[in-house]
C-alpha cells in the first residue's frame, strides 16, 4: 500500500501528466488562420462593400435576365452552389455571395449577426447590382434569411425556393432566446480537425461516399479565413428564433420546398410545418439525398428548381 505522502505524490505527478496532455492535445488541435491572399487566389470571386461590408460575391449569366439569388447555409459559401450556378447561368442573372461570417467575406465589423442586419444587407446589395426583383434561392439558415425576407419585402421576390429551410424550434433552439453554446464550441476560434469537419459534412450528405476530398478541403480553408471561426462563434449566440407562422404567412411568391428523404439535419418531416404555414408552397421530395442535394446530386436535384423557375410543374 503507498502511504499518505506517497499518495499525493504520485497524483501530483498523474495531475501533472494530465495538464501536459492537454497541453499538447490543445498544441496538436491548434489551427491558425490561412493568409487572406492565399485562400482568395485559391477560390476567386469579385469584391462589393455594401453597408460597410466587403462581401465575396460571384454574379454570372446575362445582365438583362431574370435574376436569382442564392443564400448559403451555415458554415458554407458561395462555392457550395457552383453546380447550380453554372446550370443557371444560360437562362438567368445568377448571384450568390458569401453571408457574412462566413467564407472570405469574413467578419461584420459591425458584430451585427441579426437577420434584420441581413435583410438591410440584401436590400442594399440589390440596389447597387440594379435589381428590384429576384428569385431567392436559400439553403438551411440562407432558407430562413430568404423566407424571412421574402415575407418582409414581398414585391422585391418574384419566386421562393427553400432547400430544408431552418426557422422552427428544435432541440436547443427555443423561440425568443439565444441558445446556450456547448463548451467545446467555444473552443472553434483555435481549432479545426480535418475528421471533426468530415464527420459534419458526412451527416449532410444521404450517401456520405459521396462527399469529396476537395470539398472537405475546400470548407475547412474556408472555415480558416481570417476572422470566420469568431464570427460564427458570435453568430450562433445571436440566433434568436421568432414563431414563423406569422411572418410564413406575409410571403405571396410561389415557393418551393425541396427536400432530401435522408436529411439528418433538418428531417423531411419538418416540411408539414411549412406546408401548414405557406400559403403558396409545394413540396418536392428527393429520395435517397440529404441536406446539400445540390453539392450531392446537382444535376438531378436541380431539375425541379428550372422547372419551377421557368413557370412549369416542378
Known amino acids: 500500500m503507498f502511504g499518505q505522502k506517497n499518495v499525493r505524490t504520485i497524483a501530483g505527478g498523474v495531475a501533472g501528466l494530465a495538464v501536459l496532455g492537454l497541453a499538447g492535445l490543445a498544441l496538436f488541435l491548434y489551427a491558425p ?15 462589393r462593400i455594401v453597408d460597410g461590408v466587403r462581401l465575396r460575391l460571384r454574379d454570372t449569366g446575362p ?73 431567392l434561392i436559400g439553403n438551411s439558415m440562407g432558407g430562413r434569411i430568404a423566407w424571412t425576407f421574402a415575407a418582409f419585402h414581398p414585391e422585391r421576390v418574384s419566386h421562393l425556393v427553400l432547400v430544408s429551410p431552418d426557422g422552427f424550434a428544435s432541440p436547443g433552439f427555443a423561440y425568443g432566446r439565444p441558445p446556450k453554446i456547448p463548451l467545446m464550441m467555444q473552443a472553434l476560434p483555435y481549432v479545426a480537425p480535418r475528421g471533426m469537419i468530415r464527420a459534419d459534412l458526412a451527416a449532410a450528405y444521404g450517401r456520405p461516399e459521396a462527399l469529396s476530398e476537395a470539398t472537405l478541403t475546400r ?22 428564433l421568432r414563431d414563423p407562422a406569422p411572418i410564413l404567412a406575409r410571403v405571396t411568391a410561389p415557393t418551393l420546398l425541396l427536400w432530401g428523404e435522408k436529411d439528418a439535419m433538418i428531417p423531411i418531416a419538418n416540411a408539414a410545418d411549412y406546408l401548414r404555414d405557406l400559403p403558396h408552397a409545394k413540396l418536392v421530395r428527393l429520395p435517397n439525398l440529404g441536406h446539400v442535394p445540390f453539392e450531392e446530386s446537382p444535376e438531378r436535384s436541380l431539375v425541379p428548381v428550372e422547372r419551377f423557375l421557368s413557370g412549369q410543374t416542378p
Open 33 to 47: 488562420d490561412k493568409p487572406r491572399a492565399a485562400l482568395e487566389a485559391a477560390y476567386p470571386g469579385t469584391y
Open 63 to 135: 445582365r438583362d435576365a431574370p435574376a436569382v439569388i442564392l443564400l448559403h447555409g451555415f458554415g458554407a459559401s458561395l462555392d457550395t452552389w457552383e453546380p447550380w450556378a453554372k446550370a443557371l447561368s444560360s437562362r438567368f442573372r445568377v448571384i450568390r455571395l458569401d453571408l457574412p461570417g462566413f467564407g472570405l467575406t469574413g467578419a461584420d465589423p459591425s458584430g451585427d449577426y441579426s437577420d434584420s442586419r441581413m435583410m438591410q444587407i440584401l436590400v442594399d446589395l440589390k440596389a447597387q447590382l440594379g435589381i428590384e426583383r429576384a428569385s
Open 219 to 240: 470548407y475547412r480553408d474556408l472555415l480558416l479565413a481570417p476572422g470566420v471561426r469568431a464570427a460564427i462563434l458570435a453568430r450562433t449566440g445571436q440566433t434568436i
